[in-house]
């Protein structure tokens, strides 16, 4: 059981390329959650998706997109990347109770680095 | 708007009692949730308050009062492995997306 797993750990990109940063989780989780953190920054939530098939702009969704393949799968695509996207990026899965308890699990980040 | 105050350092003796607040404005409140986070790696569920009063959990309690939108986070026994980014977060609308605060580095000293 590998919990929530990103790819790549690090990452160094030149102003206008592209990537995938790619988060799988097996703990059957309908929903799953990009975030970015900045240095000394709480996380911002980038996109979000409740279930397979749906996904939803969070607090900060400019210069991304998101795709969620299939329940296990959440993928982050930067089009064009630009020196303010240098950040550290969370993904996490978790299960919505109806509760209103809400425990999140993330993978171990991606570093991504935009000269 | 969705916001959440925390102090952004704590310093504290090995051993002793600390407490790490967080004020919020916010709508569509349902409950606040505290997360560990050590030297940026992933961050991990500690606690959640839905009601307000304390809950308890080994060493760490989290404290919630909705009339003052005020909560708190209780390490208690401070040992050198709880040196770590503490956040505070919420989910508005119980949507399941986190809104965090922006942490709250606890320092432990021998």
């Known amino acids: 059981n590998a919990g929530v797993t990103q790819t790549p750990k690090f990452q160094v990109l030149k102003t206008g390329q592209s990537m995938t940063l790619q988060c799988a989780q097996d703990?059957?989780?309908?929903?799953m959650y990009w975030y970015r953190q900045d240095p000394g920054m709480g996380l911002r939530l980038i996109y979000y998706?409740?279930?397979?098939?749906?996904?939803d702009k969070g607090e900060v969704p400019n210069g991304y997109n998101v795709s969620r393949l299939n329940k296990r799968e959440f993928s982050l695509r930067l089009e064009s990347a630009a020196p303010s996207q240098t950040s550290v990026y969370f993904c996490?899965?978790?299960?919505?109770?109806?509760?209103?308890?809400?425990?999140?699990?993330f993978g171990p980040g991606t570093r991504l680095l935009v000269l | 708007g969705q916001s959440l105050e925390q102090p952004s350092e704590v310093t504290a003796v090995e051993g002793a009692i600390v407490q790490i607040n967080c004020t919020y404005q916010?709508?569509?409140?349902?409950?606040l949730s505290w997360y560990q986070q050590h030297d940026g790696g992933a961050p991990t569920f500690l606690s959640y308050?839905?009601?307000?009063g304390l809950e308890e959990t080994g060493r760490f309690s989290s404290f919630l009062s909705r009339s003052d939108s005020y909560g708190y986070l209780l390490l208690q026994e401070l040992q050198m492995k709880d040196s770590a980014s503490y956040f505070c977060?919420?989910?508005?609308?119980?949507?399941?997306?986190?809104?965090f605060g922006q942490g709250t580095t606890l320092q432990v000293k021998p």
């Open positions: 998706s409740a279930s397979e098939g749906t996904t």
């Open positions: 996490a899965s978790s299960d919505i109770s109806g509760r209103g308890r809400e425990t999140q699990y």
């Open positions: 916010t709508s569509g409140f349902y409950g």
């Open positions: 703990m059957n989780h309908n929903s």
């Open positions: 977060a919420h989910s508005p609308g119980n949507t399941g997306k986190l809104i």
């Open positions: 308050n839905a009601l307000d």
